[in-house]
């Protein structure tokens, strides 16, 4: 029942439910003197809250965070990092529908059974909102990496199955897909409110790219890098899948043509390809670390469907509220953010030895 | 540059170069009172063991284990439990092809570079030799899982392009390929003679489904039950991907297809598809938790390569030497044996709650 | 740098400076169903804060404690308990005489030198202050321990040369210094308020008995009973020194005085004496826990002292406020504290098995 | 049940029993390139050896360590290092004053309570045995940190009531006892020899010292310097207490008696005295870090005493055997060894930040 904290040097330990007082994190293992403001926490999680465009949820949520701790005359202090953020919008409210019922696809159930408890109140622990506490420790790692010049970005590779065909980053930020084909992204755009409109909901691919990563992060044999960034990713509620480098469509190569070939570019070593997506042996290579991740179609919709409640009784469910009809736009700071937990963590342990 | 021990119960730390005197592995937090032989490690070992069979590396290894502590008149006794496999098989070689030259998708040039020393005989801590000691745990753990009726299978979904399409465990072990359908498995064992004829190699896709799991295994929120598998399997030096449930597929879905319905079988609730692989959450439904990994091909090929020496110089190399041409096959003792110490130790830190 | 979090399946994340916004900590694998109410902390808290006797700081802070996650419906859920007190009293003062001064006995030097940085604000990080949120968890650990029959009790053993020689619990909190003889209290008192009038202060031992600890509890070798008791209290500031059972006055006795006879008592193995202290090769005997710990005098005193400042100049120093002048009385509930969240996790890890 | 392990980046997992096939150790985390040969460990082993001296078991036993991985060409690969010391002497025996009789003093009850199994032979995993498993990981951790110019010496402070006077360093290897006091070894040595002639055994105190630690070791607050030392040296089965600095003693002084001075010397911030024992708030100063353990006297006597067996009968009970008579000597490089792993692991984490 623990499972709340990650890391081994930079550790993160979350709490709070999406309807309890507040939501935050603990971060154990900040370097100190790194230049940190507040507004460059709340930058990143502004990207992640709700209500922010027309395909995510429109619920209104300021996720104002303060820092608690940790942070003396503008610079960290070593001491243990704490952000919280007040929930708001907590109007009683008739949770009825869920107290007993079973939303599909959500984890009441589950909690229940391994509890014997369960905050039914908008998902409790369980809620997508976790994820706010993440995009926080995400936002002071990020500070960090950027001063070792590593860059991470993440985009909306598909929605269903309307694919990105050209990758501009640029391009990223400016719609509300967060998608690097300009063109692509109105039909995503598209597609995403006309399953709203039918209260339903669409999957789509994450894929994230980490630049400037310097060679020898990640330790064999259990803690790999893509294992360990792996646990990270796939630790978000909605990640139903991961790939590193060609992952699932080097099944289908050759040793030749998935081989990437080693040349020198000056005092470096380098490969001519990167089918491996940035690491060999579980090391990364300097290479861009590549990365893909299935998001599943998120689970609340108004679409009817069949249930039980906690009582074995057979039960309809409309699950009513304002969700995201895909969550790929708001789930990209989250990716962000725990893929540079994760290297920041690596890359403290390497420099350790 | 730890990362070689794994859990937190039931924790594992391996040890063991492919040409130092022994590889091995100790076992902390082992169950006492388990009836423990050590054939019931030997046996797992010679599923994973080189030279098998047409498919695999002809190269002979034994692989015979041997248990140093922790068992007491046939019993686990709650110590440590050691093991240790001997390597046979050392004589002096040449290793100059490989001594200074970085052989293509190997980790020559990252443990080069991270550790400023390599030991270059066959791989040293990055062979794939390392595997035997998961094996060797994995035995110990499953024999834990059948008491509570958990079991385990993993086969050959797919070897290049060629995908099984019926799935009968039953087949499973009785062809070399360790495919569940017959026909298919066929076809595979002849691409992969074929490839091995041309000094290449072959990736492929491997499944894996856990049965008679109880509801309530794994830990919001970064312990998710696919989270802790995707560290523990990722860490296979081979896998480039993973997926649970539909995985990649149901980036294509709607919420209103992927959502699994729930219904009351007896005293147990029950869902009638199982799109999630078996996990709302993060924990268990107790319904199969099913998963797909990508294999890439093995880097070992004696096709000529392009690739640059610790110098600097440009190279071109063949990896000579007795290699698999197709890594599944072996590949599924260790995939089993990773999913089992992962649900031990879930299961475990579930009992103590 | 991180060290801020302890326990293994009873995991605690605290956080805070003096003064800094709050303090607060996180308890990760809270077990549910647990009945808490935020008044179970708020009297644990009471026992500890500053202002509270003539004996103790006359600082005046409320301490008042909010849970912020955890609990639902005055019952613990599994998820993260999240607790905060915010800081008062932060008035604007002059810290000149310790901005640069290093003050003897106190952590301003090291924490300089450790982290480049330090909030010089009444000790920031380092301050006695952090020890309330040790007090917070293991109020939650208590309630726990309470349910399985557990009890812990600590108390003044002595003060500078005076040794309480009669140990009747009862008496312990009525007396301002918490000692468990009542005759022993009064010139304990008188030495303490003396001493505060010289602008001094004095160390002491506190000594704590775990009672009705369960058989089974402490995990060979490196996790023994009494070895995780001595982390958990040797991590508290004050805490110069450890002893279980006879102690040091047991490297004066033979192993014929020295042995504690079995005997049966019912179903029971019992001990006719109990030297050990309650552990046995590091594993609990189920006869009463008992331990002493050295308090070493506090280090804020009004005594002229010699130091030297961040520029290596030698400076006078005073250290002036309104401290402890004996921290006993204070630091008897952070010793409960500690060996509450100790002795619940290693029980919980034991129920694993 | 887990707790063989130690560490967070210099790990250790240790394992075997006294009378099985094999004890041994894995390291995880060694820094790489560091030189070392066989005979590094092989020394420090045979400090702790039985059979080396009067005042010792005069049970022989070789203790040839073999290394089994990790090092290549004399040099360390940072992959883990594997050590094994074979069993020898395992000679069928009669155990059957001991395998149903609980030895007073020893773990036979409470590991037969714990684990519901016993490798009753010689005390199985709770035999002082398993020592000589942490003396081959600190010889390792030893090595690395002579390269820092840290000197760790431990030495037998005194035995019963006989204290030695001086400290001489220079001494301690050159008298049986290793008390750097030669005149009172001498005390000391018939003083044991009696004691052994009786069957009976005496306790006594070990005093170490740190030499040559940097500033800035140790973290706050669950990880302060002296709680992970306590940690470490509280699991050596026969510590019943510890203390550092001037410890219980400074319970008996003012703070303006306890206080350590600061002063300038060259470029570094020295103490004019060391109440302390080389740490403040937790964290290393530079000065020497000094503790003093107490030991309590061997519970392995030939006098006769009471017990019960595991059926609830009174028996009485002679423990025949070769054993140590006072513990102290052969503790000294155990002692050692755990201060070398503690030190190097925090050293490691604060090399990373």
Chains 1, 2, 3, 4 share one sequence.
Do not use: W
Request: aromatic share 6%; charged share 25%.
């Amino acid at each position: 029942m623990p499972g709340n904290s990650f890391g081994t040097l930079f550790k993160l330990m979350t709490f709070g439910e999406s309807h309890g007082p507040a939501i935050g994190v603990v971060l154990d293992g900040v370097p100190p003197l790194l230049d940190l403001d507040v507004s460059d926490i709340q930058k990143e999680l502004d990207r992640r809250k709700p209500g922010q465009s027309a395909v995510t949820t429109p619920r209104k949520e300021g996720d104002i965070v303060e820092i608690l701790s940790g942070v003396f005359e503008g610079k960290t202090t070593g001491a243990p990092l704490a952000m919280m953020i007040r929930n708001e919008d907590q109007r009683s409210k008739d949770y009825g529908e869920i107290k007993d019922k079973f939303r599909p696809g959500h984890a009441d159930y589950t909690y229940q059974e391994k509890f014997g408890i369960r905050d039914y109140r908008g998902g409790g622990r369980s809620s997508g909102r976790e994820t706010a506490c993440r995009v926080a420790a995400g936002a002071v790692a990020k500070k960090y990496l950027e001063t070792l010049g590593i860059r991470i970005v993440a985009y909306t590779k598909s929605v269903g199955n309307i694919v990105a065909e050209t990758i501009d980053y640029d391009v990223i930020e400016s719609n509300i897909v967060r998608c690097p084909d300009a063109k692509k992204a109105v039909e995503m755009e598209a597609l995403i409110k006309d399953l709203r409109g039918q209260g339903d909901s669409i999957g789509g691919v994450v894929e994230a790219v980490v630049m400037g990563c310097p060679v020898g992060l990640g330790d064999p044999c259990f803690d790999k890098l893509h294992a360990m960034l792996g646990h990270a990713l796939l630790s978000i509620g909605t990640v139903k899948g991961i790939e590193f480098g060609d992952g699932f469509a080097a099944t289908q190569l050759r040793g030749s043509e998935n081989n990437d070939a080693f040349y020198q570019e000056g005092d470096r070593v380098r490969t001519k390809t990167n089918h491996a997506g940035g690491s060999l042996g579980g090391i990364s290579t300097g290479e861009d670390i590549t990365m893909r991740l299935a998001l599943k179609p998120p689970s609340s919709i108004t679409v009817l469907q069949k249930t039980v409640d906690r009582f074995g009784a057979d039960q309809d469910i409309q699950v009513h509220g304002r969700h995201d009809p895909c969550i790929c736009p708001r789930a990209i700071p989250v990716v962000e953010a725990m893929i540079a937990v994760t290297i920041l963590d690596l890359f403290l342990i390497q420099k350790a030895f």
